[in-house]
């Protein structure tokens, strides 16, 4: 059973940092997709970052471009979002979320594992 646990949220000032976490346990797919998504009350969630584990591609959206970095640590199993520079609009949940097969879109969609997710407040 895949099991994702996110960790690392909290509160912040503008052009503060914060690093989350996801550990991840329970994959049997020689090939996945790992990603960020964020979901601000009244808005469509979206995807902020995603990469293919074992392989050297990721994805940031425009909107974290130079801001946020994903990575993984293949060795403990877990993912994360480095986020630095962070502003007022970045405040959200944060959910960690996986897929199989080594496609990794940006939409929410296609990815059939969840996190419980992590709040990030980013004060003004």
């Known amino acids: 059973q895949v099991q994702l646990v996110e960790s690392g949220g909290g509160s912040v000032q503008a052009g503060g940092s914060l690093r989350l976490s996801c550990a991840a346990s329970g994959f049997t797919y020689t090939s996945y997709c790992m990603g960020w998504f964020r979901q601000a009350p009244g808005k469509e969630r979206e995807g902020v970052a995603s990469i293919n584990i074992g392989g050297v591609t990721t994805y940031h959206s425009d909107s974290v471009k130079g801001r946020f970095t994903i990575s993984q640590d293949n060795a403990k199993s877990t993912l994360y979002l480095q986020m630095n520079s962070l502003k007022f609009e970045d405040s959200a949940m944060y959910y960690c979320?996986?897929?199989?097969?080594?496609?990794?879109?940006?939409?929410?969609?296609?990815?059939?594992?969840w996190g419980q997710g992590t709040q990030v407040t980013v004060s003004s």
């Open positions: 979320a996986a897929k199989s097969g080594g496609w990794c879109p940006a939409d929410h969609y296609w990815y059939n594992y």
